[in-house]
């Protein structure tokens, strides 16, 4: 049976490759997306910094690599996914709840956009998966697939679907998958090829929701919450540091290491 889906999103491309790529298939109805616009994230706030700064050198090389990855998809697939353009933080506003409470959708998915304070989590409780980039609980909050390369800690890549909840990436765990790592891979590539995976994942966890069966598996880690004043010229050094070495490290451990930070894994 075709779901009806709304999306929260934001409007870099990345976001754009996501809802471009969900409204092209024919399992799915998507009826709106709502997407914030870029005002206030990190980029934003980053661009008056000197061009030699190691912050934004990783953000100008983040947005090539989502060129590379998406541009070509999404200047060649038609928008059927019916796109509302918001400023960031308006998806509380009372009109946008209340327009999405009317259309009443089978699921909201919600994937980079603002934190939700509105009665969304009441109304469309059970029915609203958030997809945080991230491995949680082992990292929530901003930027969670960068500090695994700060720590070194390659396996901790991944995306999490979760049901939302009030909190900052504390729903509970539907699914999760790690990150596809290869030989020679950048930061940027290993996080897009993910966002690829992601929505593909996504589709697949849609079509089988009504019969998904609740995990009993639990990570019980507390986990660490970063913010974006922890994203430092430091930070990002340390991530660069060694990455090949870290990423073959990684790759011919990887059994070990994998089975030594557990994941929930929804069998979709």
Same mark, same amino acid.
């Given at each position: ?8 999103? $934001? ?32 980029? #934003? ?22 060129? +590379?990855?998406?541009?070509? !998809? ?15 933080? &308006?998806?509380? *506003? ?31 409780? $059970? ?6 980039? $991230? *491995? #949680? ?23 999490? !679907? ?6 900052? +990436? ?16 950048? =930061?940027?590539?290993?996080? /897009?090829?993910?966002?690829?995976? #992601?929505?593909? &994942? ?28 922890? !994203?430092?010229? +430091? ?13 073959? /490290? ?10 030594? !930070?557990?994941? =929930?894994?929804?069998?979709?």
């Amino acid at each position: 049976m075709m779901k009806k889906i709304i999306i929260l999103t $934001g409007s870099e491309l990345r976001h754009e490759f996501f809802r471009k790529y969900m409204s092209r298939q024919t399992s799915v109805k998507i009826d709106h997306t709502f997407c914030e616009s870029l005002k206030g994230n990190l980029a #934003s706030k980053v661009k008056d910094e000197a061009k030699n700064s190691l912050r934004s050198k990783h953000l100008k090389d983040r947005e090539k690599s989502e060129i +590379d990855f998406f541009e070509s !998809f999404c200047q060649l697939t038609e928008d059927k996914s019916n796109p509302i353009f918001i400023e960031k933080g &308006e998806i509380n *506003l009372e009109k946008h709840v209340n327009k999405i409470i009317s259309l009443n959708p089978d699921l909201i998915i919600s994937y980079g956009c603002s934190i939700i304070r509105s009665d969304l989590l009441k109304v469309f409780s $059970g029915r609203f998966i958030n997809i945080h980039l $991230g *491995l #949680s609980p082992y990292y929530r909050g901003s930027g969670t697939n960068f500090w695994p390369f700060v720590e070194d800690k390659l396996s901790l890549i991944g995306t999490t !679907f979760m049901h939302i909840d009030e909190g900052v +990436d504390t729903g509970k765990i539907i699914h999760q998958i790690r990150a596809n790592i290869i030989q020679g891979d950048s =930061i940027h590539s290993i996080g /897009n090829r993910l966002i690829q995976d #992601s929505a593909k &994942e996504c589709l697949k966890l849609i079509k089988n929701f009504d019969s998904l069966k609740e995990s009993k598996e639990t990570t019980n880690i507390e986990g660490r919450v970063f913010k974006n004043k922890d !994203f430092t010229e +430091d930070s990002i050094q340390e991530a660069y540091k060694n990455l090949d070495r870290k990423i073959n /490290n990684y790759l011919e451990n990887k059994r070990l290491i994998d089975k030594e !930070f557990p994941i =929930i894994n929804a069998s979709i």
